[in-house]
Structure formats: structure tokens, C-alpha cells
């Protein structure tokens, strides 16, 4: 298993290009259960509307007058199949305001493929870097008690883990006084 160097993992704020990209990756390569809002939608796996409405669901959150969160494509550089470096969308990254005073909500998902290689602990530190230098003071995070290599790479980052009755998993992690997670 090949582990992605931070240097070949970098954040996008996310644009129309990158929006469609992005939608691509999450049709061939997640499920939409773990790129967006599903409630109320029937069947598994991804269908045209669905596609459609993760289009309209980023645009509506991150690409419009009065933008409710900040996202970012998580873009990695690897050799292509000739062999030449290329640049693909792994997955998205996300920062929100929390309504707890000087912290950010932070969301990241990464397509199937890009999984246990080094993405996610290398996409989390540049979030992080993009949480303080946006004033935060703290990261919450939020996840479900199953996805285990979320919790992981939340403690390896020294995110302090709670566990609430409804299977959610809140992680709270100080930004002050803390080195970039390596």
C-alpha cells in the first residue's frame, strides 16, 4: 500500500470546474449516503437525480451569493497510466461556522480508491491549516460510531472523541498552541 506524501495532496476551493469533477468521483468512486444528504431517497447507488442533487446541493451551500460552508476538492498528484504525473479529485473537504463561538465544523470524505493511503491524514492537516488561518480555535467534527477510519484519524490528530446515544461521534479538536498533525 503506497502512502500519499502531504506534498501530493492539496486543497481547492471548490468552483464550477471542480464541482463537476468532484460529482464524477463521488458517482464512480463513494456512495451517496457518504457524500451528502440522502434522507428520504429510495434505493441504493447513484442515479441521474442523485447526481443532480449533489450538484445542487454544493452549489446551493458553497457556490452561491451567501456561501453557508467552504469547500474544498481534495486533489492528489500520482502517476498517470503513461506515467506522467496527474491530478485527480479524491474526495471533498469542508469548513463551516459552528455556533460555538470560535470554532469550525469540518467534514471530509474521499472516494473509495484513495482510502488507507495517506489522503485523509494529509487533507485533514492542510483543513486544519485552513481552519486556524480562517480565526478558528477549534475543529468539531462529526461522524457516525461505525465509521471507524474516520475516529482514527480524528484521535491521531488528538481530537478528544464523545459518543452520544444516537451513535453520533462528536470530535472536538484544539487548534491553539498544537503543531500540524504529521
Known amino acids: 500500500m503506497d502512502l500519499m506524501s502531504p506534498a501530493h495532496v492539496v486543497l481547492r476551493r471548490l468552483d464550477e470546474a471542480l464541482l463537476d469533477a468532484l460529482a464524477a468521483t463521488a458517482a464512480a468512486d463513494a456512495d451517496p449516503g457518504e457524500v451528502m444528504p440522502t434522507a428520504g431517497e429510495d434505493g441504493p447507488g447513484w442515479t441521474a437525480a442523485r447526481r443532480e442533487a449533489f450538484v445542487r446541493f454544493h ?5 452561491g451569493a451567501d456561501p453557508a460552508e467552504t469547500v474544498y476538492a ?26 460555538e463561538p470560535g470554532a469550525a465544523e469540518a467534514g ?15 487533507a485533514l492537516a492542510l483543513l486544519l491549516d485552513e481552519a486556524r488561518a480562517a480565526g478558528a480555535t477549534r475543529l468539531l467534527a462529526r461522524t ?19 459518543t452520544g446515544g444516537d451513535g453520533t461521534v462528536t470530535a472536538r479538536l484544539p487548534l491553539t498552541g498544537r503543531r500540524r498533525p504529521a
Open 144 to 162: 457516525d460510531a461505525a465509521n471507524a477510519a474516520s475516529r482514527r484519524l480524528l484521535a491521531a490528530a488528538g481530537a478528544g472523541l464523545e
Open 74 to 99: 481534495v486533489l492528489v498528484t500520482e502517476p498517470g497510466p503513461d506515467g506522467r504525473p496527474r491530478e485527480a479529485v479524491a474526495g471533498a473537504a469542508r469548513l463551516a461556522p459552528d455556533p
Open 108 to 122: 471530509l470524505w474521499l472516494g473509495r480508491s484513495h482510502r488507507g493511503r495517506g489522503v485523509g491524514t494529509a
Open 59 to 63: 452549489r446551493s451551500r458553497s457556490l
